[in-house]
């Protein structure tokens, strides 16, 4: 059970951390709560200890025969600070100890994590700035922060990312041992998600991809130092801010945006489930006294269309989700689309849709690695470990 400090310090949205430290207990974490004293201006000791179970210290002087600081500082696996002020920013970047979390963040090797939270002109100061380039420099991570509504009914850059996304990107990280930045200088496109195709005003046809593994894959990509665009088919949680979204619809959508994108990106991970057929044409609303009786007509092959205008120095992942004969029908698939890589999966009525934990097959002319049973994010991780040796022997 990896053990992860969740630091807090003193924002309004503070309050959020509540139902981040909530969503990290239910993914297995052992979340242990260290806010600065400013913190409790917002949730008080009584709140994290009911949640955590545990004693909260928020100064040095507390808990002095154990020597807090330097214990979980030690026991850490990952230390997270959300929400992170420009205060918490500056004095990490200062080397102050002049707190629990500040102590702890000086004192631990675990991998530190910023999400900062306040006014846009405090994010954009040229002293937070320095100090957020400061931590980076010594290896920490800092995820720039949403745009949206801020305290005092002000709207801007410097929201804190919902408890969520934070969550999500979290269990990415620590799906892996060690993250390192072995994707810098990539740039990667990802689809995701299902496509939809109209019937009529109210009706549509599309298919059961949750968006999952394809969202896993852009925050895996993030976290190992890549350059992320994402084409999004009806999924909402793709994060962080800094993954350039472009949101569409139908299959003639994806394939339209995924061919213009493609151009400028040197890994194509097309994991979006494209719908296999649209109606012939767009009705209106049809009456159910009518009955229905519809013409389906075959949608573009966005991953033929992508092998044939392949760039060089390109690499090209495909996804392969069959019901039977998983393997031998994603090798067919594999030499039919030229890919470099092909990522197949069982589905079923009950099987791999939204599910948490998943079993994929990697395919390619070096042969089938299995992961056998993991989560959709050590899936993206082990889809991505795969892509780095294939292409560092390949080019």
């Keep these: 059970m990896p053990k992860v400090i969740l630091g807090v310090s003193g924002g309004v949205a503070a309050y959020k951390a509540v139902l981040i430290c909530r969503l990290l207990n239910e ?52 230390v997270i600070v959300a929400p992170a002020t420009a205060d918490l920013l500056f004095r990490a970047a200062s080397g102050a100890a002049n707190d629990m979390l500040t102590a702890i963040i000086l004192t631990t090797t675990a991998p530190v994590i910023y999400f900062p939270a306040m006014h846009s002109e405090m994010w954009t100061n040229q ?32 929201r804190l990312p919902e408890p969520d996304q934070i969550s999500r990107l979290v269990n990415t990280y620590l799906a892996k041992e060690k993250i390192v930045q072995d994707f ?70 994806m394939s339209s945006k995924t061919l213009e ?24 609303k049809i009456q159910k006294s009518v009955g229905m009786n519809l013409q389906l007509v075959a949608t573009e092959d966005i991953l033929s ?11 090209l ?10 393997i031998p029908k994603a090798i067919t698939k594999l030499a039919a689309k030229k890919c470099d890589l092909m990522v197949a999966n069982q589905v079923g009525f009950n099987q791999g849709f939204g599910a948490i934990n998943t079993e994929i097959h990697l395919i390619s002319q070096n042969g089938i690695v299995s992961s056998g049973t993991v989560t959709k994010d050590q899936a993206a991780h082990k889809i991505l470990d795969s892509i780095k040796e294939l292409w560092k022997s390949e080019h």
């Excluded at 400013?38 to 808990?63: D, M, R």
């Excluded at 994108?261 to 209106?284: H, Q, R, T």
Aim: hydrophobic letters at 40%; glycine letters at 8%.
């Design 27 to 78: 993914s297995g974490h052992d979340v242990t709560i260290v806010p600065t004293p400013s913190a409790l201006n917002f949730v008080g000791k009584a709140t994290w200890e009911a949640i955590t179970g545990k004693p909260v210290y928020a100064e040095v002087f507390e808990a002095t025969d154990k020597v807090a600081h330097v214990a979980l500082a030690r026991s850490a696996d990952l």
């Design 127 to 158: 002293a937070t700035s320095e100090n957020v380039n400061t931590l980076k420099k010594r290896g920490h991570i800092v995820i720039n922060p949403d745009a949206g509504p801020l305290a005092r009914g002000d709207e801007g850059i410097g």
């Design 184 to 253: 810098s200088g990539v740039k990667a496109l990802v689809t995701l998600g299902g496509t939809v195709e109209e019937i009529d005003p109210v009706r549509f046809i599309s298919n059961k991809s949750s968006g999952e593994m394809g969202a896993a894959i852009c925050r895996a990509l993030y976290l190992r130092g890549a350059k992320v665009t994402a084409i999004v088919a009806q999924h909402t949680a793709v994060s962080p801010h800094d993954i350039e979204i472009h949101n569409v619809i139908s299959a003639n959508e």
């Design 261 to 284: 994108l493609a151009k400028l990106n040197n890994l194509v991970i097309m994991a979006g489930a494209v719908s296999d057929f649209s109606v012939d044409k767009k009705y209106e």
């Design 305 to 315: 269309r992508l092998s044939k205008g392949k760039l060089e120095n390109q690499f």
């Design 317 to 326: 992942v495909g996804f392969a989700a069959q019901t039977e004969e998983v």
